[in-house]
């Protein structure tokens, strides 16, 4: 299968793996261990403490790219299984597909459906009797309706 992937997609996908990796963080140490064994050398002199500084400040500045881009592709691929759980399930509703790209007050909006569909969820004996806000309020009326008729 050809790689489709660009240089950058495969380079920041590279360093992501490498500086991930334990030999990466063996050489960081070494480093920290080298610089600070060549102090006396140099007198623990502001150039000294300047190539530490301005190395690690490079180091950090990439690193808040490659860990976002890390988190951004992670937060995708899971994101697409859910969808595929929630879009292949019986009774699962679809609206929760791509519910990541929803605004903020539509999130919220949903979140306030699913605290009544824990309200109702509170008050069955089984806790997976109910699979939507629309199921557990049909379910629970129907209950209620069943208790009336019984007369209990």
């Known amino acids: 299968m050809p790689d489709n992937r660009g240089f950058l ?7 992501t793996r490498w500086t991930g ?3 990466a963080f063996a050489i960081a140490v070494g480093v920290i261990l080298v610089w ?10 502001d150039t000294w403490q300047l190539v530490i500084n301005t190395g690690t400040t490079i180091i950090t500045f990439l690193m808040v790219f ?6 951004n592709k ?22 929760l597909i791509n519910v990541e790209d929803l605004t903020e007050v539509e ?10 569909l824990v309200e109702l969820a509170k008050k069955d004996v089984k806790l997976t009797e109910s ?3 629309e199921d557990a309020k ?3 009326a129907r209950k209620l309706a069943a208790q009336r008729a019984a007369g209990t």
Request: aromatic share 6%; no cysteine; net charge neutral.
């Open 107 to 116: 999130v919220r909006i949903l979140h306030q459906h699913y605290q009544t």
């Open 74 to 95: 992670d937060s995708q691929s899971i994101q697409l299984k859910l969808n595929e759980l929630v879009a292949a399930m019986q009774g699962a509703s679809n609206r």
């Open 9 to 15: 997609e495969r380079a920041s996908g590279w360093a």
């Open 36 to 45: 600070l064994a060549t102090g006396p050398i140099f007198g623990f002199s």
């Open 138 to 140: 049909e379910d629970h």
């Open 21 to 23: 990796s334990s030999l």
């Open 66 to 71: 490659l860990i976002q881009r890390g988190q």
């Open 131 to 133: 699979h939507s806000v």
